[in-house]
């Protein structure tokens, strides 16, 4: 038998099952990994997702799109293959795809995160002969704190700014980073204030049953308040009119990248969170090695540095490119020299 899974133009392709992982062009059968703009694109005929990432598909494509949900561990025929989907801890309803056709097993990871955090089903490894894995920080420097260290961190700075009549404005990706932070904010030290794009995510993940803290709209705050408030926005609000309500304002970005001096340097902002919702390099090597997989293949990020890597600890490994981009990628816009920042 040839490879089970290849990659085509319109994206990744199961052969025996007949169907596309995350296209990028839009395909008759696509298997959804998770609703990031650049795993989940619009125009395709019928659409599979994990049954708790359908609310924030639905969100992310159109109000009609063909979208099926199953539960995580289900197992459904497609042609040749017997497909399940399995939790990857990366974001509400992201999963891996794991395929099984005459004995032999691929497992396709789209995006995941090996710590586990309040927003969404764990990581579970999936035993499998072929692991295709992404590798956004699979370089040795990555190396991430507990989330419950940066939720601190956060707390304590937003509690000094309070203290100081002072709003706080933290900038992080709309879906799944803005509701991973709000897991881990106390409530107790004023209002939080969410971007008109982010409140639409929040309901979504309400609605999936994921315990968020009381959020407002900015226009429901008073004035007054705002000074004791945390906002949530994504990146794009930096230097928009939106912001200028704020008046004098303490700022944020929350992002991986974060832990690179260029990267908090263009962001210009006051404070860095390193908070990521991809494997470190720790968890990368974690993940792979749990899969029993004999042989590996590196998707987006630093596909030479891993295949390298891979290969020296005796695996077969090889690269696929693809079109996935990373959904903090404004933050590593025009890369400095020297900078290992390309994903
Ligand atoms: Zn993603
Ligand atoms: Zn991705």
Redesign the pocket.
Known sequence: MGDMVVVRKEGLYCVPGDFYIDPWRPVERAVIT?A?G??ARHGSAHYLTAAPGVGVLRTRLSEDASIEGIAYGEKIRHKDVTLSLHPAG??LG?SQVRMECGGEVWVAS??YKVEADKTCAPFEPVCCHTFITESTFGLPIYRWEPEQDIFDDINRWWRKNADEGRCSVIFAYAF?KAQRILSGLDPATGPIVCHGAVEPLNRAYRAAGVALPPTSMVTDVEKAALRRALVIAPPSAAGSPWMKRFGDCSDAFASGWMLLRGARRRRSVDRGFVLS??ADWPGLMTAIRATEAERVIVTHGSIPVMVRWLCQQGLSAAGFETEYG??DEAVTAAPLAGEAADA
Do not use: A, C
Request: charged share 35%; glycine share 14%.
């Open positions: 998770h990031h650049d795993h990366h974001v992201s789209g995006d799944g919702d991809h990373d959904e």
